[in-house]
């Protein structure tokens, strides 16, 4: 006898499957993450004196002068400052569709303080609390008392910030 | 109760949302404070300066290659893995949700496309497993977490990078090129925040990546199975109370958030992180003090994200404790199941 007793039978995931997965992963990340390090030497190699440049900047450090000349790379970084740019505008216009929205929907919303059982119970922004029967979903705003019209008012924005 | 929203995820599900948060959080603390290493000078010093924040970057890292490879022998492997797939395919529907949510914001829709409800009211069943939002946030995770795997593991070894990139230069813009790839998911981290903390039925966190499906009631205590109890059971976003503090509360942080992707934009675009600037800048990057400020509000926001996603774990404590209490079974410390 448990509480779980009440509760749904819902199908997860096994714990077998998780177990064999899990060591799985860390196997391989074990190996991959050896395979890494065994590229060179694990030590800071960045500041050894190593004059690898011939030509006319030839010379300790000519490397740096020498930059980055990898032609995939670069093009690789210009189109991730392409993408980010892009993303971060797109993500911008989320975040105030979101706040927009979340706006309009704690408008419908009860004022704090507002006790369920007085429907009419004066809102803050003078419109009358909505009616509890028969809400419906994220934004319906009609309810089954005529108050529509108020509702109407209230769902545009409520107060400003 | 507005909990029926929420039996969607798997116990497995949340616990790894919980765990991949933590690793994200941790290699976007570390990470940027390497890239950004000016604007967030303090962060650096918190790590343990410049060897230490190296080293806490590679441990998440490791973390991070065990989760992303643990997630994919789930989904390929396990049949509820492979049954979820046709759920996160974004449709019609999904484009269709996100024009309907514009004219919402413009108050030409009464209500929000069902695929971009976060509130449904009624049953679990109905709003879709994931919004055209949600969609969007695996899909865009999953490219960016691979291709930063990728790169991370081939920037692990410095000797190595430099071996295969030829010139110390490119090695280090390979690194560039790796803390680039994350400003998306940088970005995206922080609406994710703002969009699971302050909607306002949910305000302070949306418990649905918190509270398994196998502990959320299919019904409601006061609602029938079916049929008119089970309708007058529903919950109308009429019928919530708005916390009193939500108003400045979302103001505060919606702001914040917007600033914080802005400046961590703008600073992905001039503060390369080159260590051979391709102009030479004194001081070695803009000293802005305005992009200084910003970049920390966009942190501020992360640790907030850190904060409401521990409490959206000890609301799923709480809310198991109620369902023992409610019951008074045989106390089973661990959470397993009891014999009979």
Known sequence: MSYREHLPETRGYGGTAIAVNALIAVVATLAILWWASGFGPFYEELFRIDPTFTGANAGVGADWAEGNQIVWLDFAIAITHAADVIMGVFILFMVFLHWGAFRRLAARMRAPGESPETDETVAADGGRAADAAGGQTDGAADDATGEAADDAARSDGGDGP | ??????????????????????????????????????????????????????????????????????????MVTTDTGRGNFREILPGRADVDAMVQDVKFLLGRAEERHPNARQFAGGTADDIP????????????????????????????????????????????AFVTFHGLLGVIMLMGVMFHIFEHGFHPAFYPVEVKAFIPRSMIPEYHADGGEEGERAEEARTGIERLELSPSWNAASTIVGALTVIGIVSVLLGSVFDEGYPVPREIVIGGGPTNLLLTVGINAGIFVLFLGLILQMYGNLLRVRWERQLESEERPPAATDGGELRE
């Open chain 2, 1 to 74: 109760m507005t909990q029926l929203d929420h039996g969607k995820f798997t116990r497995m599900t949340t616990t790894f949302h919980t765990l991949l948060a933590l690793d994200v959080f941790v290699l976007f603390f570390s990470g940027y404070s390497m890239m950004f290493n000016d604007e967030l000078w303090w962060l650096v010093g918190l790590m343990g300066g410049a060897t230490g924040v190296v080293a806490v970057h590679r441990v998440a890292g490791a973390g991070l290659l065990v989760l992303v490879l643990f997630w994919m022998l789930m």
């Open chain 2, 129 to 172: 497993l994931l919004t055209y939002i949600g969609k969007g946030v695996v899909f865009i995770f999953a490219i960016e977490l691979a291709l930063l795997s990728i790169s991370g593991v081939l920037i692990w070894s410095k000797s190595g990078i430099i071996e295969l990139m030829a010139t110390r230069t490119a090695a280090m």
